[in-house]
């Protein structure tokens, strides 16, 4: 009797439980080192605050690691496969399932677009204000000897022009340079709004950026379309120390048919949306995505 009121639980859970719909396209856009409270309700963010308040807001939603790169890798991964620096000397490679082998072998298009890249499949660790760093894809196996590297590797310049083509593909990985993404830097030749030492300037210079490139995604013909698309922003890690995890961070899941106005508190991790995406092109779980909590209130359709 236990094992069969153990079993009608668990079935009665899964009918009312939210499901992912399936999506045709997420493009998942991704920001650096701030904290929650640095972004939302910020001043110098209003394009991300304005999204937060129209669509759907994570407001409980943690990374998973300090630094930047093990981040990157489990939102991909499903896992840090153990990595705890940014490869700064050298490229990981990590010969294990993701995403992108994931999405090959369900016949699904993706594409890392990076601001800044040298050189389409490049595998420079910088170049400029680009880092590989933030990148996810590039510490695996299969992406480093991938013969099409040069087709889902590649800079801003495609981006627009996949855009404006019709030509996004399923899944896509859209990363700013450190300029660009709230990262900033410092040395010579460093604007004074992409220094780290001017945090606010830096914030608002990624806010800007983050919305020509959701303007450029919501006009093109995906967006504008009958199948569900989602744009999501998120942030690899907090900006300051935390004791477990990679600290609180904003994300905002925006889509073309689903909620508007909501604010989730659920707590959620990269794994979570590593997980929802999963769902949402009918792949399978990898890594901790398995056991993670699906976002789906946030990726809901309306019926």
């Known amino acids: 009797m236990i094992t069969f009121a153990v ?10 439980r939210p499901q992912v719909p399936p999506y045709d396209h997420i493009f998942v856009i991704v920001e650096e080192n701030e904290g929650f409270g640095s972004i939302i309700g910020s001043d110098a963010a209003p394009n991300i605050n304005a999204w937060a308040r129209t669509f759907g807001l994570a407001s409980h939603y943690d990374a998973v690691a300090h630094p930047s790169e093990p981040n990157y890798i489990a939102l991909v991964g499903g896992d840090t496969f153990g ?3 940014d490869g700064s000397f050298r490229l990981h490679t990590i010969d294990a399932p993701n995403l992108t082998t994931q999405l090959d072998a369900a016949h699904k298009t993706w594409k890392g677009y ?5 050189q389409a499949g490049s595998l420079a660790l910088f170049s400029g204000f680009y880092a590989s760093k933030h990148s996810g894809f590039l510490n695996f196996a299969n992406v480093q000897n991938d013969p ?7 800079g801003f310049d495609r981006l627009a022009s996949d855009a ?5 593909p399923n899944f896509a990985l859209i990363v700013p340079d450190v300029c660009d993404d709230m990262h900033g830097a410092s040395g010579p030749g460093t604007p004074q709004d992409c220094s780290i030492m001017r945090p606010e300037r830096l914030v608002r210079r990624g806010d800007a950026a983050a919305r020509a490139i959701v303007d450029m995604l919501m006009k093109s013909a995906a967006w504008r379309g009958a199948a569900n698309v989602a744009i999501v922003i998120t942030f690899d890690e907090s900006d300051g120390p935390s004791f477990s995890g990679g600290g609180r961070v904003p994300t905002i899941v925006m889509t073309n048919h689903g909620p508007r106005h909501l604010i989730d508190a659920t707590p959620y991790t990269h794994y979570s949306l590593l997980r929802t995406i999963e769902d949402a092109f009918g792949v399978g779980h990898i890594g901790h995505a398995a056991e993670a909590t699906s976002m789906a209130r ?3 359709t309306k019926p």
């Open 7 to 16: 079993w009608l639980l668990s079935a009665l859970l899964a009918l009312v």
């Open 83 to 85: 990595i705890r620096d």
């Open 114 to 118: 990076y601001q800044g890249i040298p």
């Open 148 to 154: 099409q590297r040069a087709w889902h590797l590649v």
């Open 164 to 168: 404006a083509h019709d030509a996004l």
């Open 298 to 300: 946030l990726f809901g």
